[in-house]
């Protein structure tokens, strides 16, 4: 019993959809490299904070060993400067630049190259300090000339090299403001993500490159094996119309791996097909077999009648009951043979649009004048272009039976209302009688097969009267509504009879 209660609470779990289950993909493609950047980006931060904390301590480190000789500049210092760059920086990986603003200047325009290491000509000089000015490195230290500043600025030198401005320190001595700056052109720099965002390093933009590929490839598997299952509802939609009766999901499939399901479809179709077929087929066979009988029975008792005496009333009402039996039996093989052909149509025929303000207009033009003939009267309120995704001959079908079982019963001078109307979610139609109506506790048996409520006393009401009913023909209608995805219900009117209820689907 466990088990049992378990495997209902699993059915009642909704199911997601093929497009939501793409939907949640495809916001876990989005969320995980979002989530791993984010780290990813965290330890970088890390990473060239240590880079930068180096990169700062050497930059010292040079001012230092370079201070005692700021501190005394003169006319001979700068020879000197220059051999101690090159002592300091010989056969390491960094590039020195020490610039001067003399006391009183002010402006970034007012430093100028004393030396540099790598030893680079004048003209070189110009153009790289014309160069740093842009960056806007000198602005850091415009007023105050104090500090020992990290920079992290990409800059291409003169000859297009590009270089990594690590540090600025700037020292303040009575010639005025000394800046030595430090930077870098190996790959240990240059490929980091200092100066530049994480997402532009170039492992970074190759994962994307590797992981948009990857999505793509899982989306598009996704995306192509749902359109394959929109092509199959498709077909399965329009499987019973004339245009796609040689339409075939085996043809429609692209995925290999559906051909088995699409094989299996066209399978069940044939065999829809065979069975609408082969029913139809049968019950005209049967027809024919039962009616020829039932006719021969019925000439052999002409004879018979005209031999009887006048006054030999047993045998007269004998012969009656006879043709009566047999009139019977006829109108019963016709209703069998309706019966299947009703449901061969139901297996076999498509659905379209259909305009059902218009045919319910057609139907109705047609009945009313037989029905004023028989003194009814009708009442109709159709709402205009009203549609309905369905086969028209079986949505006929469904009208035409439920409006002559109306008028049927409806009395003599009575009235059949008849109305169409959209309502939420689809469409309404309602048609009500002014007969006796039917007991509540039978109104659920009316739509069952060979079920009729029908009182003696309304055969004769209309052009049809003295026809037998079988009470097949709101059998037909609930399958009928039903096989189109609607619903059928009859209720009992307060003023008097009975209202039969059909909501079906409207269409998109």
């Known amino acids: 019993m466990a088990d049992i209660r378990n495997d209902g609470i699993r059915r009642s779990w909704p199911r997601p959809t093929f497009a939501v289950k793409i939907t949640v993909l495809l916001l876990i493609f989005l969320a995980v490299p979002i989530i791993l950047y984010d780290q990813f980006r965290a330890a970088n931060a890390e990473k060239n904070e240590l880079l930068l904390a180096n990169v700062r301590q050497q930059g010292r480190l040079i001012a230092e060993a370079l201070r005692p000789l700021i501190g005394s500049f003169g006319p001979n210092t700068a020879a000197t400067i220059a051999e101690r760059l090159a002592s300091v920086g010989e056969g390491s990986e960094?590039?020195?630049?020490?610039?001067?603003?003399?006391?009183?200047?002010t402006g970034a325009d007012s430093f100028f190259f004393v030396a540099?290491?790598?030893?680079?000509?004048p003209k070189y000089l110009i153009?790289?300090?014309?160069?740093?000015?842009?960056?806007?490195?000198?602005?850091?230290?415009?007023?105050?000339?104090?500090?020992?500043?990290?920079?992290?600025?990409?800059?291409?030198?003169?000859?297009?090299?590009?270089?990594?401005l690590a540090s600025l320190a700037p020292v303040n001595v009575g010639t005025g403001c000394w800046v030595i700056i430090t930077s870098y052109r190996t790959d240990t720099f240059l490929k980091s993500s200092l100066g530049r965002p994480y997402w532009r390093t170039p492992e970074v933009q190759f994962a994307m490159v590797i992981y948009l590929v990857m999505a793509a490839a899982v989306v598009w598997l996704f995306v192509d094996a749902w359109r394959n299952l929109r092509r199959f509802?498709?077909?399965?939609?329009?499987?019973?119309?004339?245009?796609?009766?040689?339409?075939?999901?085996?043809?429609?499939?692209?995925?290999?791996?559906?051909?088995?399901?699409?094989?299996?479809?066209?399978?069940?179709?044939?065999?829809?097909?065979d069975s609408a077929r082969i029913i139809r087929e049968t019950a005209e066979e049967n027809a024919h077999a039962f009616k020829a009988p039932v006719a021969v029975i019925s000439q052999a008792t002409e004879p018979i009648k005209r031999s009887l005496a006048e006054d030999d009333d047993?045998?007269?009402?004998?012969?009656?009951?006879?043709?009566?039996?047999?009139?019977?039996?006829?109108?019963?093989?016709?209703?069998?043979?309706?019966?299947?052909?009703?449901?061969?149509?139901?297996?076999?025929?498509?659905?379209?649009?259909?305009?059902?303000?218009?045919?319910?207009?057609?139907?109705?033009?047609?009945?009313?004048?037989?029905?004023?003939?028989?003194?009814?009267?009708?009442?109709?309120?159709?709402?205009?272009?009203?549609?309905?995704?369905?086969?028209?001959?079986?949505?006929?079908?469904?009208?035409?039976?439920?409006?002559?079982n109306a008028a049927s019963f409806s009395p003599m001078g009575g009235s059949v209302h008849v109305s169409l109307q959209r309502v939420d979610g689809g469409l309404e139609a309602r048609i009500k009688d002014e007969g006796p109506g039917?007991?509540?506790?039978?109104?659920?048996?009316?739509?069952?097969?060979?079920?009729?409520?029908?009182?003696?006393?309304?055969?004769?009401?209309?052009?049809?009267?003295?026809?037998?009913?079988?009470?097949?023909?709101?059998?037909?209608?609930?399958?009928?509504?039903?096989?189109?995805?609607?619903?059928?219900?009859?209720?009992?009117?307060?003023?008097?009879?009975?209202?039969?209820?059909?909501?079906?689907?409207?269409?998109?």
């Open 233 to 273: 509802e498709r077909l399965a939609r329009r499987i019973g119309d004339a245009s796609t009766q040689r339409a075939s999901f085996r043809r429609l499939n692209r995925l290999p791996e559906l051909d088995g399901v699409a094989t299996e479809f066209d399978r069940m179709v044939t065999a829809l097909r």
């Open 116 to 121: 540099a290491w790598p030893t680079v000509s």
């Open 314 to 404: 047993r045998a007269r009402r004998a012969v009656a009951l006879i043709e009566e039996s047999v009139a019977r039996l006829d109108a019963l093989v016709s209703a069998a043979r309706r019966l299947d052909e009703a449901t061969a149509e139901v297996i076999e025929r498509g659905r379209e649009r259909v305009d059902l303000s218009g045919l319910l207009e057609r139907l109705l033009d047609g009945y009313e004048m037989a029905w004023r003939q028989a003194n009814l009267t009708l009442d109709r309120r159709i709402a205009e272009g009203v549609t309905v995704l369905a086969a028209p001959d079986i949505l006929e079908t469904v009208f035409e039976n439920v409006l002559e």
């Open 438 to 508: 039917v007991p509540e506790h039978k109104i659920e048996r009316i739509f069952e097969r060979y079920v009729s409520e029908r009182p003696a006393a309304g055969a004769d009401r209309m052009p049809d009267h003295g026809r037998p009913h079988f009470g097949i023909g709101l059998w037909i209608v609930r399958r009928n509504v039903e096989a189109m995805g609607g619903r059928v219900h009859a209720e009992n009117r307060e003023q008097g009879g009975l209202c039969m209820v059909i909501r079906l689907p409207a269409t998109a």
């Open 127 to 164: 153009a790289e300090r014309n160069s740093l000015i842009q960056t806007g490195v000198f602005d850091k230290v415009r007023d105050t000339c104090r500090g020992n500043l990290p920079l992290a600025i990409r800059h291409a030198n003169p000859e297009g090299t590009e270089e990594l």
């Open 94 to 105: 960094v590039s020195i630049k020490v610039l001067l603003r003399p006391r009183g200047e």
